[in-house]
């Protein structure tokens, strides 16, 4: 069994109420890591750690739930930047010939604020205390979509491309401080949000998939735990895709 060296470290999770982020905070928990799990919907604290209601888009909000995880353990130790939202619409629609919609501002504005900006928001405020507790593990969730690009998603694209870029510049900025840098790109995860979607949909989904199925949000926090652990210590600034196999053109 490979040593994972992540016990007792402290490990915050952001978007960590339901899905990947919920899998993931359980599995941090699992390995026996103090875990801070953040979301903007209210949630019971996982095994071994706590529940902070946090808005990942507003620094002061970040800004003092880094204080208090770093008051009540000491340290931070892993950061998981995981939280993020969805406001699907095309760039302009027209329908018979007519402009039927756009993408409005509120729309591209608000996927960007969470999913770029609170990234760099919750990253600027946790690094600090990793320079000064001799380095850490940052993750980012990028996805897939981030590499080739998707229908419908302007915003989300654009924010989890953004991703990839800063994940690559903080690993060349933070190596010096043996911080390592990475992040995950998954597939089509079978979340409670994707569940519910029409079954056409889902099986629109397996069959884009080479392996034949959706992945499980457990797959993905397998991907960051071990990113995270001793096992991954020389990677950094990578985007590991966690797709079942999904290619550009598939």
């Known amino acids: 069994m490979i040593e994972t060296g992540l016990r007792d470290k402290v490990v915050i999770v952001t978007g960590g109420a339901a899905g990947i982020g919920k899998a993931t905070a359980q599995r941090f928990a699992q390995e026996g890591c103090r875990v801070a799990s953040w979301d903007v919907k209210e ?105 080739y690009g998707n229908f419908g998603q302007t915003n989300y694209v654009a924010a989890k491309a953004g991703l990839i870029g800063m994940t690559r510049v903080w690993a060349r900025e933070l190596g010096k401080h043996h911080i390592r840098v990475n992040a995950v790109a998954p597939g089509f995860i079978a979340t409670d949000m994707v569940k519910s979607m029409p079954d056409k949909i889902l099986q629109s989904m397996k069959e884009h998939t ?37 290619v550009t053109g598939t």
């Not at 619409?89 to 329908?95: A, G, N, T």
């Not at 504005?109 to 928001?121: A, C, Q, T």
């Not at 392996?211 to 210590?233: H, K, V």
């Open 210 to 246: 080479p392996l034949g199925r959706m992945g499980q949000p457990e797959d993905i926090a397998n991907a960051y735990l071990w990113l995270a652990s001793d096992a991954a210590s020389f990677v950094s600034g990578t985007v590991l895709s966690v797709d079942g196999g999904v």
């Open 43 to 147: 949630a019971p604290p996982e095994a071994g750690g706590i529940f902070q209601k946090v808005d990942t888009s507003n620094a002061a909000a970040v800004d003092t739930a880094v204080r208090e995880v770093k008051e009540r353990w000491g340290a931070i130790h892993v950061l998981v930047n995981n939280a993020g939202i969805l406001r699907d619409s095309q760039l302009v629609k027209f329908k018979e010939g007519t402009l039927a919609g756009t993408m409005s501002e509120e729309q591209f504005d608000s996927v960007i604020s969470v999913n770029l900006k609170g990234v760099f928001l919750c990253a600027r405020a946790v690094v600090p205390h990793m320079i000064a507790g001799g380095g850490g593990v940052i993750l980012n969730a990028s996805s897939v979509v981030g590499l």
